[in-house]
């Protein structure tokens, strides 16, 4: 790990390139939502827009925690399982209302975060190996305790009315969305914790040389990304009406790929809470139009063609970031 | 600072001063021995019938496929990078054998051994490009064949099961030689490849090299970018080898389930055996022995009854443990 | 809290680490107001003895009373909350993070509870101007030069109002200009009765700022007086523990006064030009058996015409010479196949394998060489390892050691040796001796001469004058990317130097005469 400090042309780079990443996925997202919309009646319609924000509000979850954690230069794998973890506990709780059924799980998710916290922070594993141990942990966990199967929640505990509820016409889950990302960027753009947390992830050693309490700032940004897992989980239980402990599966990887392609620097020390909002959407659309494509009848696209064209979209948002980036410098 | 003490050092006889550290030094590797001692130990008093040729053969045959992905995993991560594809090119190598021994094609399954492992290894060179000559870091540029791969399998077979029945392929991985089954004499030659290729080859030392200090090798005429697509190439092809003994096993190729968390189970067997993901230095005869306490520790559970979403949950403590102890072993 | 007395006072200080004893019985008393040089060769004990203070290391005995107080720091934070701050060599702060958030990180100003930027912003600027600094402060750190970051780095010491500033090696990055910038913070330091701990090998700065010097040889103090009192000279006999006489006939360095006798020409650069905008427009060559010396500011392309010459930037225009013959080097690998070596200019980032053993790393760059169809030939490797070892002298406990557990000078050793092995016609030093000790400096300066005695050319950059003075043949001169003078040897001083560094070449002083 170099102590010496960048020379001044790579960090003006990697700034450059952290921006131009965030701005071309906002472009590639405004540019799909054109397409949808020209393309497809009902694309722009109430019903989808809304259902599609209500639906990735917890991929959204997941990856504003994820992107706290990159920018310690860390990461979490085991968020997918969290989240089918928490459903499961969700679902089990419900009867006892809405309140616990939003409380336990969560709670569950922070717990898994401060173990896989202590790990990294204290037992200075690499949160690649720990976190990769913790989706293995919370699946089984998540198995185990649903008995292999999925866990109706209790209908009468007024539990579902997260996911039915709905404020000004929009669903509960869409304001948790709003309201977490809001909270997001304000955090990241205007509080102490932010700093330390970008700091720690430029340069760990320096940082700690400065007097961060880097252990305890690594805690805090494991434990929140498993409350949002948690908290995503419990989405997960109120709109399906089941916890589902085998659900979550790659949900981690999408996670990475949306901060990724929002501008974070998977090595951490610099980030984006909006550029990972764009991230979740574009990715999130990607679906929606082949859905609508498919709709179309025009062609007729197996849903293992969604993968592929998930991969090959990935692929291509990359490719462009990197070319605008080494051109741009 | 410590101040040096003198020059050459005494004592360990000339010929074996010559082998590079890392070998040398079995340290991490003789903790992981032990565990695996202990497993087999604790297998051949508690659980019934361990020690017959049956139960070491099913061990062994199971573990064989994730060892040999491993054997390629432990090169990729050696020069700090990583492969997550390798599950989904396990599920593309599966999906194409048969389509090709199945075929009227001459030389079939000839065919359907070579070109299922090259098309693999293409894909693993594709890794390779996007990191080396497009700037991708290695778990993005990996991911995208993660999430695209098995699709392309499941439009190869269109989500369906393929059963088949064809000894000449089979034999890959039902076949005995001198009875021991096929599979196990792949792992364990492949093994010696790749281990001797890391000790005694220059190749292995540069792939060390670029992990340890990729700019100082570079700089010291090493031809990174070459031995980069190198190394995910050679984990793209033994992918491939891996998902055609796994789908002669199953006498069958399903693309929805061919190499499923087969990249966590081979990065947690080279990390558990003492490789580390940073890259630098790695160690092939942990990454096996990493291989086979994961694999002993999921018998051993199983024959006793323990539900398997149980195991995972001791696995992953398993592997925390071993990292742990790695960790502390080094400073 | 006394006003009388020294601020520090550090005694009887031991530490012993598995096999070394660090320090024995060391001391150290610094005054108020005062600046004081600590001074001694890698090992002597010195940076052991700042980590103690610091609270970097625990001591194993002696006391540390600071401003009448004992105090006992176990954390670099403790050191910092108690009134000790430390500048380091590397500037080490967070290049993505504003100079304002790096001058407060972990004590940013605060309005319920999200950060004021404006309050921070105004005392960064504020902090700055107090050591005559004007820069943007919401500026990313990283994208400011060094000599600036380290001002940064002060004004964050100053800000935790502490009365004990360390520096170490605070100058390494620094051209003249700004080693005077940082004097005159240092006197106001003075004046505000801050006192100031100076570690550094340079003499002349030592010297020209420091009132104290503190002298250590191996894990003692050895001496204690004011800098009026002792001539340089004696003050590196003390440090080498070597006879005052021998030090005034050999010299200062490793190298010897007389010249190389020229040969033929191996490398000739013309009108180089580089990617990125640092390698504007070079020229220089290099005969077999001279050594020509580099000099330029930070940031004037001397290192960026090294790598352009191996192959390590990619060349946009220009021509490159070979024996007469243009080559285009596309990689490293073909100079290294064309007889150039480069050893780079930061050891730690891009010179050693840290995992590696010093054989390992000595035989990196000749693996091809020693490798029949693809496997090692481990009988030749060891040999040529061994003969290495012997011949420059490579102080370790054996060739499996790891080679980041050798001291500065070793590894340099190592990787001086990774070029020689192969046979190199031409040899691209850039600040070969950096970060080493006195002794081993030395070492490695007689070593370079005996090389080109031996008919290698030499392209040496340096930052240190004495070191180009004393060791070129000629001394060609960059600036702002361009060649901008080419001294012949009897025109080499000092002044000279320094002269077309700034400025361009002085009237008359030897132009660029293509040879």
Known sequence: MATTSAPARSITRARLASLLQGQGALVALALLVLFGALRYDNFLSAYNVTSFLANNAKFGLIALGMTFVIMTGGIDLSVGAVAALASVVAAMVSEYGLVAGIAVPVLVGVVIGLVNGSLVAWGRLQPFIVTLAMLLAARGL??????????????????????????????????????????????????????????????????????????RVKLAVYALSGAL????????????????????????????????????????????????????????????????????????????????????????????????????? | ???????????????????????????????????????VLYNAVFTDRFLTTDSIYVNLTQVAPIVIVALGMTLVIATGGIDLSVGSLMAIAGALAPLIFLSDLPFGVALAFVVPVLVTGAFGLFNGVLITRFGFQPIIATLVLFIAGRGIAQV????????????????????????????VLLMLAIFAVVAWTVRATRFGRQVLAIGGNEAAARLAGVPVNRVKLAVYGVSGLLAGVAGLIVIAINSSSDANQVGLNVELAAIAAVAVGGTPLTGGRATVVGTLIGALILQLLRFTLLSHGVPDAVALVVQAVIIVAAVFLQRQRQT | MTTTGPLLQMEGISKAFPGVRALEEASLTVGRGEVHAVMGQNGAGKSTL????????????????????????????????????????????????????????????????????????????????????EVEVSRPLGSINVALQQMVAIARAISFESRLVVMDEPTSSLDEAEVATLFGVIRQLKADRVSVIFVSHRLDEVYAICDRVTIMRDGQTVDDRALADVGRLELVARMLGKDLAEVRRSGATGFTDATHRAERRLLEVRGLRGAGRTLEHADVAVRAGEIVGLAGLLGSGRTELARA???????????????????????????????????????????????????????????????????????????????????????TTGPDQKIRELSGGNQQKVLL??????????????????????????????????????????????????????????????????????LPHAAITEDAIMAAMAEGPADGAGEEDGG
């Open chain 3, 417 to 486: 040796a990774r070029w020689l092995c192969l046979d190199p016609r031409l040899l691209l030093l850039d600040e070969p001796t950096r970060g080493i000790d006195v002794g081993a400096k030395g070492e490695i300066q007689a070593l370079i001469n005996e090389l080109a005695d031996s008919g290698l050319g030499v392209l040496m950059i340096s930052s240190e004058l004495e070191e180009l003075v004393e060791g070129s043949d000629r001394v060609v001169v960059l600036r702002d990317g361009r060649t901008v003078a080419e």
């Open chain 2, 156 to 183: 190869l077979t269109n989500g369906e099961l393929q059963p088949f029945r064809n000894p000449a392929f089979q034999y890959i991985g039902l076949g005995r030689v001198l009875g021991i089954p096929v599979q």
């Open chain 1, 142 to 215: 998540a198995l185990t305790v649903a008995g292999n199967q999925s866990v109706a929640v209790d209908f009468e505990s007024g539990f579902t009315a997260l996911g039915t509820t709905t404020l000004l016409t929009l669903a509960a889950p869409i304001w948790i969305f709003a309201v977490a990302y809001l909270l997001g960027v304000l955090v990241l753009g205007r509080t102490p914790f932010s700093r330390h947390v970008l700091a720690i992830g430029d340069n760990e050693e320096t940082a700690r040389l400065m007097g961060l309490r880097v252990e």
């Open chain 3, 50 to 133: 700042i980590k103690i203070l610091t609270g970097a290391y625990r001591r194993d005995a002696g006391t540390v009373t600071l401003d009448g107080q004992p105090v006992d720091f176990h954390s670099p934070q403790q050191a910092q909350a108690g009134g000790v701050s430390t500048i380091y060599q590397e500037v080490n702060l967070v290049g993505f993070r504003s100079v304002a958030e790096n001058i407060f990180l972990g004590r940013e100003p605060r309005r319920l509870g999200l950060i004021d930027r404006r309050r921070m912003h105004a005392e960064a600027r504020r902090l700055l101007e107090r050591l005559g600094v």
């Open chain 1, 229 to 329: 897992a948690g908290m995503a989980g419990v989405l997960l239980a109120a709109q399906y009406g089941a916890g589902q402990p085998a659900e979550g599966v790659g949900w981690e990887l999408t996670a990475i790929a949306a901060v990724v392609v929002g501008g974070t620097l998977l090595t951490g020390g610099l980030g984006s809470v909006v550029g990972t909002l764009w991230g979740v959407l574009l990715l999130g659309l990607i679906f929606n139009v082949l859905n609508f494509e498919n709709g179309r009848g025009v062609i007729s696209l197996s849903p293992y063609w969604q993968s592929i064209v998930l991969g090959g979209f990935l692929l291509v948002v990359v490719l462009l970031q990197n070319r605008l980036a080494a051109r741009q410098t």
């Open chain 2, 1 to 39: 600072m410590a101040r040096a003490t003198g020059t050459a050092a005494a004592g360990a006889p000339g010929r074996l001063r010559a082998w590079p550290r890392d070998v040398r030094d079995l340290g991490q590797t003789y903790g992981a021995a032990a565990a695996l001692a202990l497993l």
């Open chain 3, 309 to 395: 010459i191996f192959g390590a930037d990619p060349v946009e225009a220009g021509e490159l010479k070979v024996d007469g013959r243009p080559v285009r080097f596309g990689s490293p690998a073909d100079a290294i196949r064309a007889g150039i070596g480069l050893a780079p200019e930061d050891r730690k980032t891009e010179g050693i394998v840290p995992e590696m053993s010093v054989r390992e790393n000595l035989t990196l760059a000749l693996l091809p060489a020693i490798s029949r169809y693809g496997v090692v030939d481990r009988r030749r490797q060891q040999e040529v390892v061994d003969r290495f070892i012997r011949r420059l002298g490579i102080k």
